[in-house]
């Protein structure tokens, strides 16, 4: 593993500090960029990955990010009846613009501005789940207890049937 994170994989770093989680980015020689890329890299069912997806309200234009499991399709009416607004899959450049990372490496947390987010519940049924860290090849694992602490986000069923 690698020992001098990018700059935008620091930036979770320190915000994982600033907020008191004894979490540890870490970078790996092998891409992460898919959730089934990030279950090999680091051993665990695909399951335990946690996926960090945009999308857009289609009333005011506003992210929302959804953290789901990674095996999981997120079902856009649950997750739009949530919030009570439809959802519109979100282009490379929105996410960007909204989060500060590029597609296949936006974590969590950490983003440019708060972003509203939703956590699929099927991450409650793994104990350690893994997330991005702002790079296609970086993550940390945390517990879904965490995520919700981190994220301030509810829980909800918003996966694909």
């Given at each position: 593993m690698t020992e001098i994170l990018k700059s935008s994989t620091q930036r979770v770093q320190a915000y994982?500090?600033?907020?008191?989680?004894?979490?540890?980015?870490?970078?790996?020689?092998?891409?992460?960029?898919t959730a089934a890329e990030a279950a090999k890299a680091v051993n665990c069912d695909v399951s335990c990955i946690a996926k960090s997806l945009?999308?857009?309200?289609?009333?005011?234009?506003?992210?929302?990010?959804?953290?789901?499991?990674?095996?999981?399709?997120?079902?856009?009416e649950k997750a739009g009846e949530v919030i009570g607004s439809k959802l519109e899959r979100a282009d490379a450049g929105f996410a960007r613009k909204h989060t500060g990372y590029s597609i296949g490496g936006i974590p969590p947390v950490a983003h440019v501005k708060p972003i509203n987010t939703l956590l699929d519940q099927d991450l409650r049924l793994n104990p350690v789940i893994w997330a991005a860290a702002g790079t296609p090849n970086s993550l940390f694992s945390?517990?879904?207890?965490?995520?919700?602490?981190?994220?301030?986000?509810?829980?909800?069923?918003?996966?694909?049937d």
């Open positions: 994982l500090n600033s907020r008191g989680f004894d979490l540890r980015v870490q970078q790996i020689p092998e891409t992460t960029r945009i999308f857009q309200n289609r009333d005011n234009h506003e992210p929302l990010l959804i953290i789901a499991s990674g095996g999981n399709r997120v079902d856009l945390l517990t879904p207890d965490e995520l919700q602490d981190l994220t301030g986000a509810s829980w909800a069923e918003i996966a694909e």
